[in-house]
């Protein structure tokens, strides 16, 4: 017999209840939803790829949830928008390859706390276009080309592996070295 | 929210509901079949009936009887088939209870 579980109970428990009796997960969402749906929007910027991120987020917290186990310094919240993040990237990723148009900014490349507003015309995408293309000429030669490839020209890791002539390793790491310049410099000129 | 919570639905009863059921009906049509090649149960009914004359408690009276007088084996079989019978109906009736307590407004 499964008593009511009152609202206020701790995530972990609610979340335990909801093995035995499905609708204690409404308090779970009821509780996440919007903070979940602000955070996806941050990321792919469109109402409905957010809804459908946290959907799923919601789906994959309920499937896996039995292997979440509450450990010192790891709570339900940071293990569920860990999904959430890791969900609304691979969304990202599948936008990104399914529009060639797609305009978004790659989460790493601005400030996630202030993301952009939802109604940003084509012509700010375009001038944060020009704000990319500008740092990107201040990087190093090789560092800037394949930051450029990637997020400009939206070229594949295996092709700039090809037109660079380097192992997928070698542009990984590149490609991690650059993004963080690249922080740098973006901070720097904004200050 | 609706298609959230139909989702995890979804989810909850084909792991703890679905299971369930289909080892106790895989049980109850295994005793079933062992139940058949021991006893009759048209014949049973149609003297039930006959001896019972339209009157249920005479009917349910000649029933009880007849399962009092029978082997042993016959009787674990009904007991089983019972028991399994009220498990299943257990089971459904908590996934009904789950579904209308998760999608009430």
Redesign the interface.
């Known amino acids: 017999m499964v008593l009511a579980m009152n609202p206020e109970a701790p995530d972990e428990e609610i979340l335990r209840q909801?093995?035995?009796?499905?609708?204690q997960?409404?308090f779970l969402?009821a509780r996440y939803?919007d903070p979940f749906i602000r955070k996806a929007m941050g990321i792919v910027r469109r109402q409905e790829d957010a809804e459908d991120i946290v959907?799923e987020t919601?789906?994959k917290i309920?499937?896996y949830g039995k292997n979440f186990q509450k450990r010192a310094g790891i709570e339900f919240k940071s293990w569920a928008y860990k999904i959430l993040m890791n969900t609304a990237f691979t969304r990202y990723q599948d936008v990104k390859k399914r529009s060639d148009s797609t305009e978004y900014l790659d989460p790493v490349l601005y400030d996630e706390e202030k993301p952009l507003s939802y109604d940003d015309n084509l012509g700010a995408v375009s001038d944060a276009k020009a704000a990319v293309k500008a740092v990107i000429e201040k990087m190093p030669e090789h560092l800037g080309r394949i930051l450029g490839f990637y997020y400009l020209e939206d070229k594949s890791y295996k092709d700039i592996c090809k037109l660079e002539k380097i192992s997928m390793t070698t542009l990984k790491m590149r490609l991690f070295r650059a993004k963080r310049l690249f922080k740098n410099l973006s901070a720097d000129s904004i200050q | 929210?609706n298609?959230?919570?139909w989702?995890?639905?979804t989810?909850?009863f084909l792991r703890?509901i679905l299971p369930l059921i289909l080892i106790q009906v895989a049980v109850l049509i295994i005793v079933l079949k062992l139940l058949a090649g021991k006893i009759f149960l048209g014949k049973i009914i149609e003297n039930a009936s006959i001896a019972s004359d339209s009157n249920i408690w005479e009917f349910a009276k000649y029933l009880l009887g007849a399962f009092l007088q029978t082997n042993i084996a016959v009787q674990i079989f009904i007991m089983l088939i019972l028991s399994v019978g009220a498990l299943i109906l257990r089971d459904l009736g908590r996934a009904m209870f789950?579904y209308l307590?998760?999608f009430?407004k």
Do not use: E
């Open positions: 909801s093995f035995r009796d499905p609708s997960f409404k969402v939803q959907q919601f789906v309920y499937k | 929210m298609k959230l919570l989702k995890i639905y989810i909850w703890r789950s307590k998760t009430q």
